[in-house]
């Protein structure tokens, strides 16, 4: 009995940090910034067409972990919106946003003292393409490091509510496919946006900075 009790309680140390960081990971995430992501989506196969849709968009993603350890993901704000589920060390096939038929196996490791999400992603002829996905999480960050090949990608994520300013964006992407203010200062889209900064300003700065860069200047000053 005392042996079981002891095996019992070595078990609950080795799963706590895992726990710890699945408790941390839950919760509404919004795209604030990324970086080479054009070059990744050339590099995995994505027409030119798809790769001009997929950087425009400013995606909404809402991560929850069941009791029983599932974890279900639901991607909005984009062209078509994503729910998919999965557990830890358990492969799953799914369709991806862009449309790829892949297989996903997603599992948490430890690195430098630090807790990452892994996911690898194969397709293809005798799924000889992968990609390899690290989740890092870090307070209210969550960094996207996205590699095929030779590239890599890193995509921001921030935790927190979305605000008026992001979703006026993610609408206009939607919308329109345009990605910058100077084509819609005089939208109904971006009224919320134009009452949050001065509007000279946003004439000013919109000629040359996307428009997920100023909502996320926006943000930080909410």
Known sequence: MEKNHDNNQHD???????????AQVVGKYRLVGQVNYEEFLRAIGLSMAKRAIAISQ???V??????????NVQVTGISKDSDF???LGVEMKRVTIDGRHVNDLFTVEEEGGKMKLIQKETWGN?????????????GDDWNMTMTFGDVTCVRHFRHGPHSVAQSA????????????LDY?????????L???????????????????FICWVVDQKS
């Open 126 to 138: 005798n799924r000889s393409c992968e990609a390899v996905m690290v989740h890092e999480f870090d």
């Open 58 to 60: 400013v995606p909404r």
């Open 62 to 71: 809402d991560c929850r972990i069941d009791d029983d350890g599932q974890w």
């Open 169 to 180: 964006c993610s609408r206009l992407y939607q919308e329109t496919g345009k990605n910058r």
């Open 194 to 212: 134009q009452r949050t900064l001065n509007r000279t300003q946003v004439l000013t700065i919109a000629v040359t900075i996307p428009a997920q």
């Open 12 to 22: 609950e140390q080795q799963q706590k940090p895992i726990t710890d960081f699945m």
């Open 184 to 192: 819609t200062l005089s939208s109904s889209h971006f009224l919320p």
């Open 85 to 87: 589920k999965f557990r």
